[in-house]
C-alpha cells in the first residue's frame, strides 16, 4: 500500500473498444480487460442499448419471493449453455459469492443426504477461487491468504498437473503425478469429503498453469467414483477466453455445481452464477418447518440491469464463435506471442491458450530477480509509457486482453509489452539470486 500511495494514480475517463483514455488525454491498450472481465470492448453500442433499454424499465426488482423477465431469461440461457443437468441458476455478484454458494450447497447437500460427516473440500494446488473465508480455505495462494489460514475451515490439496502450451501446440504434459495423488487421497477420505474444486483448464492467478486436454475429466471421473461433489470454477474461463463459451462442455465434463462470473456481463456490471444437478436441488425441497431451504441470498441477486446485459453479451459471443473470428483472433494471439517470446533472454517461459497468456520474466544469465527488484511491475510501469496497461504477478506478466481486438490490436499488445521488456531488463540493476 506505501507503494501504491506513492504513485500518482492514473485516473480514467472513457474507453472504447480495446482502448481506456485517461483525464489527460492519454489513450492505453487494456491488456488486462479490466481484471480480465471485457469482452466485446468499452462502450460496445449493443450492450450500451441492452443496459438503456433495461433502464427504462426497472433497475432493480428483488428475486426473493418474486422474479423478473431478464433474470429468468438468463437461467434459461446459462441452462441451455450448460452440459445436460445443470438447470437449477443461483444468481449472485461476484466470483467468491458464486464459489461459497457451491461450497455451501454441498455442505448441506451432505447433510440434508444424511452423510454429516462429508465436510471437508479438495482443492489443486495453487488454486484461486476468491478472498472470502470459505473461497480462502479451499484456495492455494500461499503469502496472500496465509495469515487468514487460522479463520477458514481445513482443506487438502492435490499436485497440479504438468503442461506448458503456446501457439495451440502443446509443448509438455504429464497428468500422472496429480491423479495419482488425487485417487490416494480419495482412497483414504472420500468418505469424509463433500467437494472438489478446481479452475478447468488454466489457473488464471496461479500464473497462467495449465492444465492436458483430459484432464479435467479424469478428475470429473474420480470424482464420480468416490461419490465427491466436483465444482467447476469457471470465473475466469468462461465466455469465450479459451475460445469457447464453458469450458466443461468442450471437455464433455458435466460437474456438479458450474460458477460463473467476470465475463458474464462482457465487462459491465457485477453478475454471477452457480448452476447445480437438479437432483442436488430436489435434495432441498421440503416443508417449511423441515429447514431443507438454502439460506442464502444477496441484496442484487439477479440484477435486471446485469441480466439484460449478460443476454446480449452472450449473443453477441455465440456469433463470434460461431463465424470463427473468436479462434482465428486466438490463433494469432498465440502466434505473435511465441514470435517475440518463445526465444526472448528475459522469458523463462510462455505459456499461452485462448486469449490469455503469462510471461515469466528471468535475468538473462539465469536465476530468478529478488522480490524486492519488483522487475515484473518495473515493466508494467514502462509499458504504460507505450500506452499500454498490464497487471503483473510478481515477475510474471499476465496477459489478458479483451476478445474484440483485431489482428492489428493484438500485434499492437505483443509489440508494446516487448518494447517494455527490452527498455527495462537488459540494463536492469539488481543484486542476482539464484534459484
Same mark, same amino acid.
Given at each position: 500500500? /506505501?507503494?501504491?500511495?506513492?504513485?500518482?494514480?492514473?485516473?480514467?475517463?472513457?474507453? &472504447?473498444?480495446? @482502448?481506456?483514455?485517461?483525464?489527460?488525454?492519454?489513450?492505453?491498450?487494456?491488456?488486462?480487460?479490466?481484471?480480465?472481465?471485457? +469482452?466485446?470492448?468499452?462502450?460496445?453500442?449493443?450492450?450500451?442499448?441492452?443496459?438503456?433499454?433495461?433502464?427504462?424499465?426497472?433497475?432493480?426488482?428483488?428475486? *426473493?419471493?418474486?422474479?423478473?423477465?431478464?433474470?429468468?431469461?438468463?437461467?434459461?440461457?446459462?441452462?441451455?449453455?450448460?452440459?445436460?443437468?445443470?438447470?437449477?441458476?443461483?444468481?449472485?455478484?461476484?466470483?467468491?459469492?458464486?464459489? %461459497?454458494?457451491?461450497?455451501?450447497?454441498?455442505?448441506?447437500? @451432505?447433510?440434508?443426504?444424511?452423510?454429516?460427516?462429508?465436510?471437508?473440500?479438495?482443492?489443486?494446488?495453487?488454486?484461486?477461487?476468491?478472498?472470502?473465508?470459505?473461497?480462502?480455505?479451499?484456495?492455494?495462494?500461499?503469502?496472500?491468504?496465509?495469515?487468514?489460514?487460522? @479463520?477458514?475451515?481445513?482443506?487438502?490439496?492435490?499436485?497440479?498437473?504438468?503442461?506448458?502450451?503456446?501457439?495451440?501446440?502443446? /509443448?509438455?504434459?504429464? $497428468?500422472?503425478?496429480?491423479?495419482?495423488?488425487?485417487?490416494?487421497?480419495?482412497?483414504?477420505?472420500?468418505?469424509?469429503?463433500?467437494?472438489?474444486?478446481?479452475?478447468?483448464?488454466?489457473?488464471?492467478?496461479? =500464473?497462467?498453469?495449465?492444465?492436458?486436454?483430459?484432464?479435467?475429466?479424469?478428475?470429473?471421473?474420480?470424482?464420480?467414483?468416490?461419490?465427491?461433489?466436483?465444482?467447476?470454477?469457471?470465473?475466469?474461463?468462461?465466455?469465450?477466453?479459451?475460445?469457447?463459451?464453458?469450458?466443461?462442455?468442450?471437455?464433455? +465434463?458435466?460437474?456438479?455445481?458450474?460458477?460463473?462470473?467476470?465475463?458474464?456481463?462482457?465487462?459491465?456490471?457485477?453478475?454471477?452464477?452457480?448452476?447445480?444437478? %437438479?437432483?442436488?436441488? %430436489?435434495?432441498?425441497?421440503?416443508?417449511?418447518?423441515?429447514? &431443507?431451504?438454502?439460506?442464502?441470498?444477496?441484496?442484487?441477486?439477479?440484477?435486471? *440491469?446485469?441480466?439484460?446485459?449478460?443476454?446480449?453479451?452472450?449473443?453477441?459471443?455465440?456469433? *463470434?464463435?460461431?463465424?470463427?473470428?473468436?479462434?482465428?483472433?486466438?490463433?494469432?494471439?498465440?502466434?505473435?506471442?511465441?514470435?517475440?517470446?518463445?526465444?526472448?533472454?528475459?522469458?523463462?517461459?510462455? !505459456?499461452? !491458450?485462448?486469449? $490469455?497468456?503469462?510471461?515469466? *520474466?528471468?535475468?538473462?544469465?539465469?536465476?530468478?530477480?529478488?522480490?524486492?527488484? &519488483?522487475?515484473?511491475?518495473?515493466?508494467?510501469?514502462?509499458?504504460?509509457?507505450? =500506452?499500454?496497461?498490464?497487471?503483473?504477478?510478481?515477475?510474471?506478466?499476465?496477459?489478458?486482453?479483451?476478445?474484440?481486438?483485431? %489482428?492489428?490490436?493484438?500485434?499492437?499488445?505483443?509489440? &508494446?509489452?516487448?518494447?517494455?521488456?527490452?527498455?527495462?531488463?537488459?540494463?536492469?540493476?539488481?543484486?542476482?539470486?539464484?534459484?
Amino acid at each position: 500500500m /506505501q507503494e501504491y500511495w506513492a504513485q500518482p494514480p492514473l485516473v480514467i475517463a472513457s474507453g &472504447r473498444g480495446g @482502448w481506456l483514455t485517461d483525464t489527460e488525454g492519454r489513450e492505453y491498450l487494456d491488456g488486462n480487460a479490466s481484471i480480465w472481465t471485457n +469482452v466485446h470492448g468499452h462502450n460496445d453500442p449493443d450492450l450500451n442499448a441492452a443496459l438503456q433499454r433495461q433502464l427504462g424499465k426497472v433497475a432493480h426488482a428483488t428475486m *426473493l419471493g418474486l422474479a423478473h423477465e431478464p433474470g429468468a431469461m438468463l437461467a434459461a440461457e446459462l441452462a441451455d449453455l450448460a452440459p445436460e443437468g445443470l438447470g437449477r441458476v443461483f444468481f449472485s455478484d461476484n466470483g467468491a459469492g458464486a464459489v %461459497e454458494i457451491a461450497l455451501k450447497m454441498s455442505f448441506q447437500y @451432505w447433510q440434508l443426504a444424511g452423510k454429516p460427516e462429508k465436510r471437508g473440500a479438495i482443492g489443486l494446488a495453487g488454486g484461486y477461487h476468491g478472498d472470502t473465508f470459505g473461497t480462502m480455505s479451499v484456495g492455494d495462494s500461499g503469502f496472500f491468504h496465509e495469515r487468514f489460514r487460522a @479463520w477458514g475451515f481445513p482443506a487438502d490439496h492435490f499436485p497440479a498437473p504438468v503442461c506448458r502450451e503456446w501457439a495451440g501446440v502443446v /509443448q509438455t504434459a504429464d $497428468t500422472s503425478a496429480s491423479l495419482e495423488a488425487l485417487e490416494a487421497l480419495l482412497i483414504e477420505k472420500a468418505d469424509r469429503i463433500a467437494c472438489l474444486i478446481l479452475e478447468p483448464s488454466v489457473q488464471g492467478a496461479a =500464473g497462467m498453469r495449465l492444465q492436458p486436454p483430459g484432464f479435467v475429466g479424469a478428475v470429473a471421473a474420480l470424482c464420480r467414483k468416490h461419490e465427491v461433489h466436483l465444482i467447476l470454477d469457471e470465473v475466469f474461463v468462461a465466455f469465450g477466453r479459451l475460445g469457447s463459451m464453458l469450458v466443461c462442455t468442450e471437455e464433455g +465434463v458435466t460437474p456438479d455445481f458450474l460458477c460463473l462470473a467476470k465475463g458474464l456481463t462482457g465487462g459491465y456490471l457485477p453478475l454471477a452464477a452457480t448452476l447445480a444437478r %437438479e437432483e442436488i436441488f %430436489e435434495a432441498f425441497l421440503g416443508t417449511y418447518e423441515s429447514r &431443507r431451504a438454502f439460506f442464502h441470498g444477496h441484496t442484487f441477486t439477479g440484477n435486471p *440491469l446485469a441480466a439484460a446485459v449478460a443476454l446480449e453479451n452472450i449473443r453477441k459471443l455465440r456469433l *463470434l464463435i460461431a463465424d470463427g473470428t473468436l479462434a482465428a483472433r486466438a490463433t494469432c494471439f498465440g502466434r505473435l506471442l511465441a514470435a517475440a517470446f518463445a526465444d526472448h533472454p528475459h522469458v523463462g517461459e510462455l !505459456r499461452q !491458450r485462448g486469449l $490469455t497468456a503469462a510471461i515469466d *520474466l528471468v535475468p538473462a544469465d539465469g536465476g530468478i530477480y529478488p522480490v524486492a527488484a &519488483r522487475a515484473g511491475w518495473q515493466v508494467c510501469m514502462k509499458a504504460r509509457e507505450h =500506452g499500454l496497461l498490464l497487471r503483473p504477478l510478481g515477475d510474471s506478466l499476465l496477459i489478458v486482453p479483451p476478445l474484440c481486438l483485431s %489482428e492489428t490490436e493484438l500485434g499492437e499488445l505483443v509489440s &508494446r509489452t516487448l518494447r517494455a521488456i527490452n527498455d527495462i531488463l537488459p540494463t536492469f540493476q539488481y543484486h542476482a539470486q539464484r534459484s
